[in-house]
């Protein structure tokens, strides 16, 4: 059974940092795609950025958060992080961690296994 587990959301002062991570198992971690997805009250689920199954584990970003967050991976333990630095309220959601097999995709409905989410709130 795979599971998904985000932790480290919480309450932020704009302009502050914040640390989610995520803990799989019972996958092949290395061979998927790891995302991660936000969604604001009212708003559909946006892409935030992923990082590759791909040897060297390329990442890439919506452009509302490219220069401000970083993704990186731990393949020996299962993990995945997103690393939020200069925090504005728009920022303020749930944000949720997903995985797909051997395939580099913004779009969350080709992602098959999800986490139940952390919240992110950033007040200004």
């Known amino acids: 059974q795979v599971q998904l587990v985000e932790s480290g959301g919480g309450l932020v002062q704009a302009g502050g940092s914040l640390r989610l991570s995520c803990a799989a198992s019972g996958l092949a971690f290395s061979g998927y795609t790891m995302a991660w997805f936000r969604q604001a009250p009212g708003k559909e689920r946006e892409f935030v950025g992923a990082?590759?199954?791909?040897?060297?584990?390329?990442?890439y970003f919506a452009d509302s958060v490219t220069g401000r967050f970083t993704i990186s991976r731990d393949n020996a333990k299962n993990a995945v992080y997103l690393q939020m630095n200069s925090l504005k309220p728009e920022d303020t959601a749930v944000y949720y961690c997903a995985a797909r097999r051997f395939v580099d995709d913004r779009s969350a409905s080709g992602y098959a296994y999800w986490g139940q989410g952390t919240q992110v709130t950033v007040s200004s």
């Open positions: 990082i590759s199954w791909r040897a060297g584990g390329s990442t």
